[in-house]
């Protein structure tokens, strides 16, 4: 299928398999970048959420987004036309890519028509919807008949599909002979909180981090996956593997709070029924709008981990 320019009505392209809503994902997840809560999975609301966490995450690592992009311009090289965004979510990386890459065109893909119709309405509202198509399709089942791409970029996307090896194939498939995949994720839920940011619930996040890593395990098997060694059985060759701490403490942008309330609140919706009953009630403390709430707080500590796989589709094969 041939992606087809931005539109705010029709964000697929023709002949995409259509996704009924609230039916895009596979599993429920709550790695802290933006994955939904069990119970509202898939709604407008859990979308709307979704999309608030990762315009937050952007907006306050956006030093990160300049320079990971930077990095994966450097090993691309000149002449770059054609780049997929893989699982693209609200756009952030299309429009990051857009800056980074003045000479090419961007397709975003992704299985939620939700975010591909955010994604067209900002390409609209930023006047370049001329160098934005979508495509709505499973990263799983191929990129639709894409081929030639000089790079895909799947920021966050990969560990949310059924099968690794399949979706490899099919970026492959989709690149040109040379072209270049990175792959980018974030190790797990951030770190926001003091040992004592609860009252009389010392450790609340390091228990909450366990109860999610349980969940992770049952539920996004390969969020923490070994990329280098699936890139390699894919038949790309992979080149760089970057790995960046990323910290924001005090003076505190006001995204810092914003995002630790989404993330936070996300992961209490996760974590209900499965956590200890008390630190659901104390995580309730930290953002419900009175004195230890985490929007109002100047003690946070944003901390991330986020890792980079840059692979090529070997040139001299067909
Ligand atoms: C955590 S978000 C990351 C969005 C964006 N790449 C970023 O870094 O901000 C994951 C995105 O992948 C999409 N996604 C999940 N599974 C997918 C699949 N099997 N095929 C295509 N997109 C998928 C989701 O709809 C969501 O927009």
Same mark, same amino acid.
């Given at each position: 299928?041939?992606?087809?320019?931005?539109?705010?009505? &029709?964000?697929?392209?023709?002949?995409?398999?259509?996704?009924?809503?609230? &039916?895009?994902?596979?599993?429920?997840?709550?790695?802290?970048?933006?994955?939904?809560?069990?119970?509202?999975?898939? $709604?407008?609301?859990?979308?709307?959420?979704?999309?608030? @966490?990762?315009?937050?995450?952007?907006?306050?690592?956006?030093?990160?987004?300049?320079?990971?992009?930077? +990095?994966? &311009?450097?090993?691309?090289?000149?002449?770059? $036309?054609?780049?997929?965004? =893989?699982?693209?979510? $609200?756009?952030?990386?299309?429009?990051?890519?857009?800056?980074?890459?003045?000479?090419? /065109?961007?397709?975003?893909?992704?299985?939620?028509?939700?975010?591909?119709?955010?994604?067209?309405?900002?390409?609209?509202?930023?006047? #370049?919807?001329?160098?934005?198509?979508?495509?709505? $399709?499973?990263?799983?089942?191929?990129l639709g008949g894409i081929e030639g791409a000089d790079l895909v970029w799947a920021s966050a996307s990969l560990h949310?599909?059924?099968?690794?090896?399949?979706?490899?194939?099919?970026?492959?498939?989709?690149?040109?002979?040379?072209?270049?995949?990175?792959?980018?994720?974030?190790?797990?839920?951030?770190?926001?909180?003091?040992?004592?940011?609860?009252?009389?619930?010392?450790?609340?996040?390091? +228990?909450? +981090?366990?109860?999610?890593?349980? =969940?992770?395990?049952?539920? @996004?098997?390969?969020?923490?996956?070994?990329? &280098?060694?699936?890139?390699?059985?894919?038949?790309?060759?992979?080149?760089?593997?970057?790995?960046?701490? #990323?910290?924001?403490?005090?003076? #505190?942008?006001?995204?810092?709070?914003?995002?630790?309330?989404v993330v936070l609140d996300r992961i209490r919706g996760a974590l209900d029924g499965v956590a200890d009953p008390a630190?659901?009630?104390a995580l309730g403390v930290l953002l419900d709008g009175g004195p230890h709430d985490v929007r109002h707080r100047d003690?946070? @500590?944003?901390?991330?981990? /986020?890792?980079?796989? @840059?692979?090529? +589709?070997?040139?001299?094969?067909?």
């Amino acid at each position: 299928m041939t992606p087809t320019p931005s539109h705010p009505h &029709a964000p697929g392209p023709h002949g995409a398999a259509p996704h009924a809503h609230g &039916a895009q994902h596979g599993h429920d997840e709550h790695d802290g970048h933006g994955h939904a809560h069990p119970h509202d999975h898939g $709604t407008a609301a859990a979308q709307d959420a979704l999309a608030t @966490v990762l315009d937050l995450d952007a907006e306050l690592f956006a030093g990160y987004l300049t320079s990971v992009t930077a +990095r994966v &311009a450097g090993a691309a090289g000149d002449g770059i $036309t054609h780049v997929v965004d =893989l699982g693209a979510g $609200t756009g952030t990386g299309t429009f990051a890519l857009l800056e980074r890459f003045p000479g090419a /065109r961007v397709t975003a893909v992704d299985n939620s028509p939700e975010m591909l119709a955010l994604i067209a309405e900002s390409a609209r509202a930023k006047g #370049l919807d001329d160098r934005v198509s979508t495509l709505e $399709t499973d990263a799983g089942a191929g990129l639709g008949g894409i081929e030639g791409a000089d790079l895909v970029w799947a920021s966050a996307s990969l560990h949310h599909v059924d099968d690794p090896a399949a979706a490899l194939a099919g970026i492959r498939a989709a690149l040109r002979p040379g072209g270049l995949l990175a792959v980018a994720e974030m190790d797990g839920m951030p770190h926001f909180l003091p040992e004592d940011a609860a009252p009389g619930r010392p450790g609340l996040e390091e +228990r909450c +981090r366990e109860a999610l890593d349980g =969940l992770h395990a049952r539920q @996004v098997p390969h969020l923490g996956a070994d990329w &280098a060694a699936l890139l390699a059985g894919a038949g790309l060759t992979v080149e760089q593997e970057h790995v960046e701490p #990323l910290e924001v403490r005090a003076p #505190l942008p006001p995204s810092a709070g914003r995002y630790a309330y989404v993330v936070l609140d996300r992961i209490r919706g996760a974590l209900d029924g499965v956590a200890d009953p008390a630190d659901l009630a104390a995580l309730g403390v930290l953002l419900d709008g009175g004195p230890h709430d985490v929007r109002h707080r100047d003690d946070l @500590v944003v901390r991330s981990t /986020r890792r980079l796989w @840059v692979a090529r +589709r070997p040139a001299d094969e067909g």
